[in-house]
């Protein structure tokens, strides 16, 4: 929550298109001044150019590198954030052993390294001004690593694992700010009908896609539910709670002793 009086302000990564702009959009219309962030001025500058009515900061930077992280940190640490969305992200869809070592860094920079610094830097004085909001942007995907080859075919492990560090991130960044104020949570779309998939080479013209539109209207009304995971196409919650009260059965029934099937050799 923003101090009595106050505007709010959000900043936006990865706002020139998609995901990021339909946020700016969204935002822009519920009241908030806005701080956005993409690679591309001339897109930033047609976003602000849309928004007549809102006060609207363009910031060019490139999350794929440190200068750029530390130009938009800078400015986390600087302004009064109501709301931080990380939503920056770039399109290697590649296997393991077809993705290049520079590709690879740029996408764990952009959906790794960025989110974690950029919500560090705005995190403290969220907490000094009594609360606020970090959406970081991941993906069903994150939930993919276990899925049999047959049924993906088309395998992304370094993406995959960048989402599902932001889903762990956000849960545990959220439980380590909740009571100071701060509200974090981990947006996970399926498919959305954007220009990410244009980027990579995909025609999925054919594929039914979510609005970036319907994307953001789930991430605020999953505020509004308390979800720390918004999953906009997952109809049953049960499913999400039912992965997340697993994963605390296991962690809290580790034991200091080696487990039986490990002590046990196999029988010949």
């Known amino acids: 929550m923003a101090q009595l009086g106050s505007r709010r302000l959000a900043l936006v990564t990865g706002a020139s298109s998609g ?3 339909a946020f700016a959009q969204r935002l822009g219309a519920e009241g908030y ?3 956005v962030v993409g690679r591309r001025r001339e897109r930033l500058e047609e976003l602000v150019t849309s ?10 930077a490139d999350l794929a590198s ?10 986390c640490t600087r302004r009064p954030l109501t709301m931080l969305v990380n939503n920056a992200g770039v399109a290697h869809y590649m296997s393991f052993l077809e993705l290049p070592a520079d590709k690879a860094a740029e996408l764990l920079h952009v959906k790794v ?3 974690t610094m950029l919500a560090r830097a705005a995190a403290p004085g969220m907490v000094a001004r009594g609360g606020g909001t970090i959406i970081n942007v991941s993906g069903m995907l994150a939930f993919s690593g276990p899925v049999p080859g047959e049924r993906l075919p088309l395998r992304r492990a370094v993406y995959t694992g960048t989402l599902a560090h932001s889903v762990a991130l956000s849960q545990a960044l959220h439980e ?3 009571s100071q104020g701060v509200v974090v949570q981990a947006l996970c779309p399926g ?5 990410f998939h244009e980027r990579q080479g995909l025609d999925l013209s054919a594929v039914p896609r979510m609005s970036a539109g319907d994307v953001v209207t789930a991430s605020l009304r999953g505020l509004a539910l308390g979800e720390v995971v918004c999953a906009p196409g997952v109809e049953r919650p ?8 697993s994963d605390i059965a296991a962690f809290a029934a580790q034991s200091p002793q080696l487990a039986q099937r490990y002590r046990t050799a196999r029988e010949r």
């Open 19 to 21: 995901i990021g702009r």
């Open 238 to 245: 049960d499913l999400l709670e039912a992965v997340f009260s």
């Open 191 to 195: 498919v959305v009908a954007t220009e």
């Open 51 to 60: 928004l007549p009515d809102v006060k609207v900061d363009p910031l060019v």
């Open 176 to 178: 380590e700010l909740k």
């Open 33 to 35: 001044d806005l701080v």
């Open 66 to 75: 440190d200068a750029g992280i530390e130009a938009v940190a800078d400015v």
């Open 113 to 115: 390294v960025a989110p």
